[in-house]
């Protein structure tokens, strides 16, 4: 877990000595891009990305672009485009006006590729995808083409009538000539344009050929005048062909790719077709399900952007891939909820409570405080009488070793900012259920303390006065994957889900202070959890809440 305490950042070092006297950018703005394929909702890992991307920008004062990476045809959506600005934003990031798609490019692509091709340096072929399997090589044997010395007009002229859809899908492609015997696989003549009749979300039918993203991508950068490309490692096989194509074409900018290792994420998957497929079979309720690593289910669920920023910092950028744990999300989480959540009283499974010595009709108000770490965040008031809800496990009929809340005849109990009490019994039904539980309470007491500075030798514990509480839902979230690793090559990461990530309560008892919450908002649920309304199914006649995160942290650092 090096990367969490030490964050070194090597992209920086290397921009650093770019722009430096005598670097390759001296004098040049630093100009970065975030390129999303739009084919599905942002999550944990696309925010280190964003964080490289525009956090870069802004550390060294310059721009970065937001840029749909629309080049292949399939799939886009103009649901997941809104989507995207939409939590780029709430992340904190902003685009100003340079908010692009790579399919505007598609011309300028067919007036380089026909440069290449008058270059001698591109050439149609007519490997069948089979075929051009066959005839890749391996280690130690180059790859062939039968058409690699097909004269440049003959090129021109398949290439012109490719566009104009002559030809079926995979008739032709066009490959640009590079090196048939290089050890990169990627340089022995990519194709780098291939028939497809499909409409395009954008360019409508307009186009029947696309061109490859290994292709598109470095001129789409360097049309944008980026200076840095940062992409993920899986890149780094292809920078070779990224810098011949830029050396190549008569782009005005050379950028130069840098690639990070990707985020991943215990017990979660970072894919959007892997994401795409528990929505779509409806393993989830949808994008935005609160137990989904995207953004939009991650503030579902209550995260903030400063957590999630705050956690992929910490990460850090690493060359290497690294798997970060979970707990560590939620740690980064319970440490900015515990600065700013407001403390609230709530039962999720509630038993009654009786002071059997405190006047019936009769109710008193507390004043206590919204946040103990922010006194600036003032006070409020809660109400206290002889009838209120506890937690069902608050109470033992029959207590056990080391038991220290309420049993009969048990240890003096404190009711959290309120008095001391004493359990004398309970009432149960004719199952045996507990349905009621006894106590009185030291009148002398009031805030919780004795009047006598005896020792309080019982817990402190949590309560909601019955008759103002409000009612509410509360989903409660465990890992969507049993398994640590659903993620890896090869395995069937549905069967790793865990049948038990959600559990509902119903019934579940709020101060009534909550009646009127809202998200965006969180609060600690004392002695609980952090807790947030529910952003979409949260109404004030069906109060619901998601729990965030519990407040217990199995996170250890050093691990
Ligand atoms: P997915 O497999 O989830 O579809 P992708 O790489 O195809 O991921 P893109 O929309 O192409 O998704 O990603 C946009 C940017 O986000 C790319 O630069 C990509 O490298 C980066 N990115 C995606 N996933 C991660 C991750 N887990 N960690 C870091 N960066 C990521
Ligand atoms: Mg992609």
Request: net charge negative; aromatic share 10%; with cysteine.
């Amino acid at each position: 877990m090096a990367e969490i305490t030490e964050s070194k950042n090597f992209i920086h070092a290397f921009i650093e000595e770019d722009i430096a006297e005598g670097g390759r950018y001296a004098g040049q703005t630093v100009h970065t891009r975030f390129p999303p394929e739009p084919n599905g909702y942002l999550h944990i890992g696309h925010c280190k990305a964003l964080i490289i991307d525009f956090g870069t920008a802004e550390k060294f004062g310059g721009l970065c672009n937001l840029r749909m990476d629309d080049t292949n045809p399939t799939k886009e959506d103009v649901e997941f485009v809104e989507a995207i600005k939409e939590d780029i934003h709430w992340l904190g990031f902003d685009w100003g006006d340079r908010f692009y798609y790579g399919s505007d490019y598609f011309e300028k692509d067919y007036e380089f590729a026909v440069e290449l091709i008058k270059k001698g340096l591109a050439y149609v072929c007519e490997l069948t995808p089979e075929q051009a399997k066959e005839y890749r090589g391996d280690l130690t044997t180059p790859a062939t083409s039968p058409w690699r010395d097909r004269p440049i007009e003959e090129s021109l002229d398949l290439f012109a009538r490719m566009r104009a859809g002559e030809f079926e899908d995979n008739k032709y492609t066009l490959r640009a000539k590079i090196d048939l015997a290089s050890g990169n696989f990627n340089m022995r003549d990519p194709v780098i344009y291939r028939i497809r009749h499909m409409h395009h979300h954008r360019q409508g039918d307009q186009w029947c050929i696309y061109p490859m993203y290994d292709f598109a991508h470095p001129i789409q950068d360097a049309l944008e005048g980026i200076t840095h490309s940062l992409c993920s490692l899986e890149f780094e096989n292809h920078r070779p062909l990224y810098n011949w194509v830029v050396e190549n074409v008569s782009v005005p900018h050379h950028p130069r790719q840098i690639e990070f290792a990707r985020l991943g994420i215990d017990h979660t998957v970072l894919s959007k077709r892997k994401l795409r497929a528990l929505v779509e079979n409806g393993y989830v309720s949808g994008w935005d399900d609160p137990r989904m690593p995207t953004l939009c289910g991650l503030r579902r669920r209550g995260y903030t952007p400063a957590s999630i920023r705050n956690f992929c910092d910490r990460v850090g950028v690493a060359k290497s891939p690294n798997t970060i744990e979970y707990a560590f999300l939620e740690h980064c989480l319970r440490e900015d909820l515990n600065e700013t959540a407001q403390r609230v009283m709530a039962v999720l499974k509630p038993v009654k409570l009786t002071i059997t010595n405190y006047p019936e009709g009769q109710s008193e108000t507390m004043v206590v405080e919204n946040n103990p770490n922010r006194p600036e965040d003032g006070t409020r008031e809660v109400t206290f009488s002889r009838n209120l809800w506890i937690e069902a496990d608050d109470f033992l009929a029959q207590p056990i070793p080391k038991y220290k809340r309420l049993y009969p005849d048990g240890p003096e109990c404190r009711l959290k900012g309120a008095y001391l009490i004493k359990c004398t019994g309970c009432v149960t039904d004719e199952n045996g259920n507990v349905v009621e539980v006894l106590a009185t309470y030291d009148p002398a007491s009031r805030g919780g303390d004795p009047a006598d500075g005896r020792k309080v030798k019982g817990a402190t514990i949590h309560w909601v006065d019955a008759e103002t509480s409000v009612d509410a839902e509360v989903r409660q979230y465990s890992n969507l994957f049993d398994d640590p690793d659903p993620d890896a090559a090869g395995k069937d990461f549905l069967s790793c889900l865990n049948p038990n990530s959600l559990e509902v309560l119903t019934g579940c008892k709020l101060e009534k202070s909550l009646a009127s919450a809202k998200a965006p908002a969180s609060y600690q649920f004392m002695r609980l959890g952090y807790f947030c309304p529910d952003s979409k199914d949260s109404t004030p006649d069906h109060l619901v809440f998601n729990r965030s995160v519990s407040l217990k942290d199995s996170f250890k650092p050093g691990k």
